[in-house]
């Protein structure tokens, strides 16, 4: 039997936000057709941890190697490996969705009939011929988390970063996004999202690391979908740090 | 080939703005009118002008004047370099400042393009734009040119100079909306500086001194040698010397921006 192979790997990067840690020490491998479910309070530096995998943002220390390049040398390994959809998908107003998704495309290295061929699938696969031809600034929140993740899946991307994908989803989009991850985790895209929804990693992770004040505290398989152990080590984490106290004491 | 595919989608974000096509509308229209005074003009003096030996023609008195009114003292209505001033600050202030507040900044970053293939990508499709706002603008006078005596050499120096002003002027601006947090003050700062650099000089030539610092700085004396059909070495290197250190500011703001995050 082979290794699976870690397309994704996180050694000791840290970063600063305002002056403090938001990132400390993150040590974390990701394998093909893995999800991998990041879970923290507010704050806790998911999304810090996020853009810095999708290449947005640089780590002050660290490594980051995409299948076993040094993702930070080589930033268009971003461009070719990297699918990232923003908690809030960054959309231009003024242009239509189906010019979207071809720009993405472009920006991302596809050409002539690779770029149709990829644009026609993306659109079936979501659903978004219908709405082809309306203007971003117009879509609803659920509709332009959608168009995000046609951006992100645009160039079949090895690693599919999501920030809280969910929010502001209702179930039955929720449940059709839950279907996609699954299908990128079956073709093997290592898939990482991140979440303050226990129910959210239960669902669709196979895979919980919990990051509390930019540490990482926690990283295991998720147990069958066994939502009150994973439930009690979150609120364990969550309660060790000064938020948790404070909460403690608020309640 | 990434600059292709910035400068690509950042054309097409111009050409689906309504400012674009607006500021576009206004400002030929208001160059017809100038075209038509000055033509007027020039057709009204025909006579006296034939009888001067080596007197000013069709293109001192119509085609250069179009592209600015540097020469000839009358501002209104403006010439190309003169509404430049103004509107190239409004179509570049969003370039960079706008993708801030749109937060569609960390797009880019997560697209693996360097800070300077996003700047290069972003001016060239502006710089698109003003050559063809500038070739329509040249277009009316040279729409005469089977009926006039057209100087083309000195129709061509001035059209060089006017095309280097609106580059040097959409670099500033580039690098503004690189700086500013939002899109109104890149545009605020943007002017200032381009009517800065426009009139840096009036003071020390009204003062009489035509050389020295001030003056080499001024963006009217480089243009202006060029308005006269001179095209000098010296010149070209002011303007791209502008341009460069303009967008190296623009690029490093924004390689800065990537790291701060």
Same mark, same amino acid.
């Given at each position: 039997?082979?290794?699976?192979?870690?397309?994704?790997?996180?050694?000791?990067?840290?970063?600063? %936000?305002?002056?403090?840690?938001?990132?400390?020490?993150?040590?974390?491998?990701?394998?093909?057709?893995?999800? @991998?479910?990041?879970?923290?309070?507010?704050?806790?530096?998911?999304?810090?941890?996020?853009?810095?995998?999708?290449?947005?943002?640089?780590?002050?220390?660290?490594?980051? %190697?995409?299948?076993?390049?040094?993702?930070?040398?080589?930033?268009? @390994?971003?461009?070719?490996?990297?699918?990232?959809?923003?908690?809030?998908?960054?959309?231009?107003?003024?242009?239509?969705?189906?010019?979207?998704?071809?720009?993405?495309?472009?920006?991302?290295? =596809?050409?002539?009939?690779?770029?149709?061929?990829?644009?026609?699938?993306?659109?079936?696969?979501?659903?978004?011929?219908?709405?082809? %031809?309306?203007?971003?600034?117009?879509?609803?929140?659920?509709?332009?988390?959608? @168009?995000?993740?046609?951006?992100?899946?645009?160039?079949?991307?090895?690693?599919?970063?999501?920030?809280?994908?969910?929010?502001?989803?209702?179930?039955?989009?929720?449940?059709?996004?839950?279907?996609?991850?699954?299908?990128?985790?079956?073709?093997?895209?290592?898939?990482? =999202?991140?979440?303050?929804? =226990?129910?959210?990693?239960?669902?669709?992770?196979?895979?919980?690391?919990?990051?509390?004040?930019?540490?990482? %505290?926690?990283?295991?398989?998720?147990?069958?979908?066994?939502?009150?152990?994973?439930?009690?080590?979150?609120?364990?984490?969550?309660?060790?740090?000064?938020?948790?106290?404070?909460?403690?004491?608020?309640? | 080939?990434?600059?292709?595919? $910035?400068?690509?989608?950042?054309?097409?974000?111009?050409?689906?703005?309504?400012?674009?096509?607006?500021?576009?509308?206004? *400002?030929?229209?208001?160059?017809?009118?100038?075209?038509?005074?000055?033509?007027?003009?020039?057709?009204?003096?025909?006579?006296?002008?034939?009888?001067?030996? +080596? +007197?000013?023609?069709?293109?001192?008195?119509?085609?250069?004047?179009?592209?600015?009114?540097?020469? *000839?003292?009358?501002?209104?209505?403006?010439?190309?370099?003169?509404?430049?001033?103004?509107?190239?600050?409004?179509?570049?202030?969003? *370039?960079?400042?706008? #993708?801030?507040?749109?937060? *569609?900044?960390?797009?880019?970053?997560?697209?693996?393009?360097?800070?300077?293939?996003?700047?290069?990508?972003?001016?060239?499709?502006?710089?698109?734009?003003? $050559?063809?706002?500038?070739?329509?603008?040249?277009?009316?006078?040279?729409?005469?040119?089977?009926?006039?005596?057209?100087?083309? /050499?000195?129709?061509?120096?001035?059209?060089?100079? &006017?095309?280097? &002003?609106?580059?040097?002027?959409?670099?500033?601006?580039?690098?503004?909306?690189?700086?500013?947090?939002?899109?109104?003050?890149?545009?605020?700062?943007?002017?200032?500086?381009?009517?800065?650099?426009?009139?840096?000089?009036?003071?020390?030539?009204?003062?009489?001194?035509?050389? /020295?610092?001030?003056?080499?700085?001024?963006?009217?004396?480089?243009? #202006?040698?060029?308005?006269? +059909?001179?095209?000098?070495?010296?010149?070209?290197?002011?303007? $791209?010397?502008?341009?460069?250190?303009?967008?190296?500011?623009?690029?490093?703001?924004?390689?800065? #921006?990537? #790291?701060?995050?």
């Amino acid at each position: 039997m082979t290794a699976p192979t870690a397309v994704l790997e996180l050694d000791h990067i840290t970063r600063h %936000r305002a002056g403090r840690p938001a990132v400390s020490g993150l040590t974390l491998r990701l394998d093909s057709g893995q999800v @991998l479910g990041l879970l923290g309070v507010n704050g806790a530096g998911k999304s810090t941890t996020l853009a810095m995998i999708a290449g947005a943002l640089a780590p002050d220390s660290g490594n980051i %190697r995409l299948n076993g390049e040094d993702f930070l040398e080589r930033p268009e @390994l971003a461009r070719q490996s990297v699918g990232w959809l923003p908690e809030r998908a960054p959309l231009w107003p003024e242009l239509s969705v189906a010019e979207h998704i071809d720009a993405h495309g472009r920006l991302r290295g =596809l050409r002539g009939a690779a770029l149709t061929q990829a644009h026609k699938a993306i659109v079936e696969r979501l659903e978004l011929g219908a709405l082809s %031809r309306r203007l971003a600034g117009v879509l609803s929140q659920g509709q332009r988390q959608r @168009l995000g993740l046609a951006c992100a899946l645009m160039h079949k991307p090895q690693l599919l970063v999501l920030d809280e994908p969910a929010n502001a989803l209702d179930p039955v989009q929720v449940a059709a996004l839950r279907e996609v991850i699954r299908e990128q985790a079956a073709a093997g895209t290592a898939v990482i =999202l991140s979440t303050h929804l =226990l129910a959210e990693v239960t669902a669709a992770c196979d895979r919980v690391a919990i990051l509390h004040e930019g540490q990482l %505290r926690y990283d295991g398989l998720v147990d069958g979908g066994d939502h009150k152990a994973l439930e009690q080590t979150f609120f364990d984490i969550a309660m060790r740090g000064n938020e948790g106290k404070n909460r403690m004491q608020a309640a | 080939m990434s600059v292709i595919a $910035v400068t690509r989608l950042e054309l097409r974000r111009l050409f689906v703005r309504p400012l674009a096509w607006v500021l576009a509308a206004l *400002t030929l229209a208001q160059l017809g009118w100038r075209f038509t005074l000055l033509l007027g003009g020039f057709l009204a003096g025909q006579i006296k002008l034939a009888a001067l030996p +080596g +007197g000013p023609g069709y293109t001192d008195l119509v085609g250069v004047p179009m592209l600015s009114s540097i020469l *000839t003292g009358s501002m209104l209505p403006f010439g190309v370099v003169e509404l430049a001033l103004v509107i190239v600050p409004l179509l570049t202030m969003s *370039t960079i400042a706008g #993708e801030r507040s749109n937060g *569609t900044l960390p797009l880019w970053f997560a697209a693996g393009l360097p800070a300077s293939r996003i700047v290069l990508g972003k001016y060239f499709a502006l710089m698109l734009w003003l $050559v063809l706002w500038l070739a329509l603008a040249v277009a009316m006078p040279l729409s005469l040119s089977h009926g006039v005596t057209l100087d083309w /050499g000195k129709l061509a120096a001035a059209s060089l100079g &006017t095309l280097l &002003t609106l580059a040097a002027l959409a670099a500033i601006g580039v690098a503004c909306s690189a700086y500013a947090s939002h899109a109104s003050i890149a545009a605020s700062v943007a002017l200032t500086i381009g009517l800065a650099l426009a009139g840096v000089n009036i003071a020390a030539q009204l003062a009489g001194a035509t050389s /020295g610092v001030v003056n080499w700085l001024a963006l009217s004396g480089h243009l #202006e040698a060029m308005l006269r +059909g001179l095209v000098s070495t010296a010149d070209i290197a002011w303007f $791209v010397l502008v341009i460069v250190v303009a967008l190296a500011l623009a690029t490093q703001r924004l390689a800065a #921006e990537k #790291e701060r995050g």
